[in-house]
């Protein structure tokens, strides 16, 4: 997804200029774009390297993804984890999973990926409430967005991360702040002020917020 702030020319000049996808990643934009209008809800190419360049710059063991689509994001963090590390990715749609599962293999990390079919929070809620996860992806419903959040932090290890997409709503926080823009203003302004966090909102993709956890 190109950003709006971004012009299709400047996007394509920092694309060409970030380390290249790989034939899987290629391959999986494809199909995705097969899907029809929702094509667009996965995740730009630039921000795939960043998560795997994030992945890897905190040697990141222990992920946790809202939201897995077709498997894209899922497949950018993968390619970051070390062999034995692995990813946890939550969604409520079987058929979008089942590309997801076919990417994951052909590009071997598969094993790496556990992919958990039914309502997140549930899945969140299930997990042991004890900081053993380095970076954590939302990525999925926006009116459950801090109802996920609150559910992560205190799951993430001090001096993890979370990433937090499309916190700009296609500019509407400020195009439209009272209107469409509103409820991403509500999460954004709630992050911002939780204590227990540091935050930056970085201009890629549709806006992702980097939050920090305090050690």
Known sequence: MRPKLVSEALYDYIVENSSPVDEFQQRLIGRTAQVGERARMQIGTAQGTLFTLLTQLMSARAVIEVGTFTGYSALAIAKGLPADGRLLTCDVNEEWAGIAQEAWKEAGVA???????????????????????????????????LAYYEELVPRIRPGGALLVDNVLWFSSVVDDPEGEGA?????????????????????????????RKKA
């Open 183 to 211: 409820l991403m203003r509500r999460v954004n302004a709630h992050i911002a002020a939780d204590p227990r966090v540091d935050e930056v909102i970085l201009p890629i993709g549709d806006g992702v917020s980097l939050v």
């Open 111 to 145: 094993d790496r990926i556990d992919l958990r079919i039914g309502p997140a929070l549930d899945t969140l809620r299930s997990l042991p409430e004890t900081p053993d996860w380095d970076l954590a992806f939302i990525d999925a419903d926006k009116d459950n967005y």
